[in-house]
Structures are given as structure tokens and as C-alpha cells.
Nanobody, 124 residues
């Protein structure tokens, strides 16, 4: 069902930064709420950040002050800038989009569109 294209991710050291991107072909992401979620091995999917249709943003408690979600309307792309990474941020990161709003891009929201996921590994 992956219909969003993700890029970014990789292996970094603690304290480093990474930027993830989420784009959609044939679909205007500006019309969608977009969220980032992550899942670490053996753990449940966790809410990271989301941006609404009118660019209101929300963050999970564990990433507040370190991660920033933003939207580039011209590039039809949503970004997750991750700074001051820590080993606990290691996970597969997914972007999700839904025209109905922010509540649908949370872990149990049932978003209509998903990326395939990208692995972020933070070494100590």
C-alpha cells in the first residue's frame, strides 16, 4: 500500500543530524495531513511528528526540541529534520498521509497512505 516515497535515513553517531523526506507522486501533499511515526525492534509504533493541512505541527514528547517537521509546497515534500540524535531514536521511520487530518496520521489513526519506511540507526 506504500504510495509515499521516503528518502534519507542511515547510520549516524549520537549527536548527529539527519533529514528524512516524504513525497508523493500524482498526489498533492499540501492537501493532506502528514505524519512521521517510528517503530523500534520489539516496540510498538510511536508517534514522532505531524503537520496539518494548515501547517499546524505536533510532536511526540520524546522528540520535542530536537526534531522539526516542515512542508515544502513547491516540492510537494514533507521533511523531518532530526537533530541531537540519540541511540533511542534508532527505529524504522514511516511517513503517513491522510486528507482527513492529524488524528489519522497517528499510530492507530489508520492513515490512507504510507511510505515503505526508512531505517535510522544512531550509534553511541
Amino acid at each position: 500500500q506504500a504510495q509515499l516515497v521516503q528518502s534519507g535515513g542511515g547510520l549516524v553517531e549520537a549527536g548527529d543530524s539527519l533529514r528524512l523526506s516524504c513525497s508523493a507522486s500524482g498526489r498533492m501533499l499540501s492537501n493532506y495531513a502528514v505524519g512521521w511515526l517510528r517503530q523500534a525492534p520489539g516496540k510498538e509504533r510511536e508517534f514522532v511528528a505531524a503537520i496539518s493541512l494548515i501547517d499546524v505541527v505536533e510532536y511526540g514528547d520524546s522528540v520535542k526540541g530536537r526534531f522539526t517537521i516542515s512542508r515544502d509546497h513547491e516540492k510537494n515534500t514533507v521533511y523531518l529534520q532530526m537533530n541531537s540524535l540519540i541511540p533511542e531514536d534508532t527505529a524504522v521511520y514511516y511517513c503517513a498521509a491522510d486528507i482527513r487530518g492529524l488524528e489519522y496520521v497517528r499510530p492507530d489513526g489508520g492513515a490512507d497512505y504510507w511510505g515503505k519506511g526508512t531505517l535510522v540507526t544512531v550509534s553511541s
